[in-house]
Structure formats: C-alpha cells, structure tokens
C-alpha cells in the first residue's frame, strides 16, 4: 500500500530542491529578488516601519569564484559557509537567511483570550499539516493587540514552543476570517510566494533543522526567533516559486485523495472483520451440519 506520509516529504523535498518543476532559462536569477528585498528592507527602516535592528544582521549569500559558498556581513567582513549548505540547487537560485528575507520575526500576544470577543486568536493548536484549523478559537478584544498583532494574507505562523515532535510545525495564513496570534508563536512575513516558503518550512529539511537547533527542558521544546531566523532558505525566482507551487498544491491534493482512500479501505476491512466474527459466534458463517 502506498506510503503517504513519504510520498508527501518526497514531494516537498523536490520542491525545495528545484526539481519538481522544469526550470525556464527566461527566469530573473534569483539574486536580483534579492536585491529587491534588501532595498525594500532599508527603505522601511527609513519610513520608520522597521526598525534598524530589524535589518543589523541580514546578510549577503554569494558563490565565489572558486564556487564556494560566503556570507558577507553588515560590517563587511565575508565568511565561507559552504559546510552549511544543505544541497544542491539551480544554477539561478540563491540561498538567504530566513531573517534576511523576512520583515521581522515577532512573537504573538501573551494576554490571556476569552470564549468570544472582536477577533480570533490563532493558537499552536490551530497548525496544523500546513493548514490553519478553525475548529476550535479563541478571541480578544484587546485593541492595542488587535493593532499590533494582526494578521494579513500570506503571513506564516511558526510554533517556537511545543512538544519535541510539535515543536516548529509551520501553517500559513490565508485571510479566511480576521484575525491575531498568540505568544508561542512566531509570525513570519515575508516578500517570498508564501506557498513556497511554507513548504520549505513544512519539509524534512526544516524539521531537521529545527531538532537541531531547539532547546529541550521538561516535556517541551523551545526555538526562539534568532535561531529561526538562521535557517538556510533555497530562493528561486517569483515566477518559478509560483510554479512549484501550485505544483504542489496539485501533487497534495492527489495524496489526500489516496489517503482518504486508504481510510475508507480500512474502515471497510474493519466492518467485514468485525461482521465475519460477529457472524462466527453466532452459528451464521458455516452451514449447519445435523451430522454433528
């Protein structure tokens, strides 16, 4: 029977790699979003809607001449990070901190929410498989959290404290109904396709990743917003990470018909079972010999 669970991470994982959808020679190297991103970063901070500690450690990812990775800083001093590199991507892509490529990396609310009120409030509960579940909300009415905590289509939540196998788990906001985010979460905006950048943040790579860099105490788990904001990220161009994509979402779709598949099988198989001993126990399976 089909594995979906590893047909899935197989699917993300060729994602990330640029090798779920054809490259196109017409595409920008994704330097120059980069590029863009950069400048868009410095003109915030000069707009006043970020901060200059929100841009002090973003930094510059380039291939050398001897084809090696190096990280050139704020001060301009330049490192070789070819050992970080996790694996091989196209020729046009570029590889760039989640930080540098991210607005800011703030932590939701720590006010307590109530059973109803003006605005939802998405909790860790609410991630789940890549997805925000509804099912089960709280609200506020906190207008200064409300201001400040509001979510908009595109942002990504990432659950910094959990247990060792929720810890990380990564969804992505879509604007379905008003809402903010509480405290053991991270918010993360971003100029990136956010499509994409929550399949890297649901793949292997980044679960492994995380388990690498979190901080374990009694029956939780902790990664604070510097070390998730140190992960490495595959960036290629806005048109290509619209292709992948939809890609994706096409490939995920087909896995959950196969699951749900599996599921009803399974029912079944159960039901026939459960009928057969039902069956046995009362003299109905077999018919009835007057010889015994």
Known sequence: MIDTKALREKILDLAIRGRLVPQDPNDEPASLLLDRIRVQKQQMVKEGKLKAKDIKNDTIIFKGEDNLHYEQ??????????????FETPESWAWARLRTISFDLPYGTSKKSSSNGKIAVLRMGNLQNGEIDYSDLVYSSDEEDIKKYS???????FN???????VGKTSVYRGDIPAIYAGYLIRIRSSLNSEYLNTVMNSSYAREYCTSVRTDAVNQSNINAAKLGNILIAVPSISEQKRISKKTSESIKVINIIEQEKMDLQTMATNVKSKILDLAIRGKLLPQDPND
């Open 73 to 86: 800083f704020q001060n301009g001093t330049v490192k070789c990070i070819e050992n970080e590199i996790p």
């Open 151 to 157: 979510l908009i289509k595109g942002d990504l939540l």
């Open 160 to 166: 910094r404290t959990n247990s060792i196998e929720l």
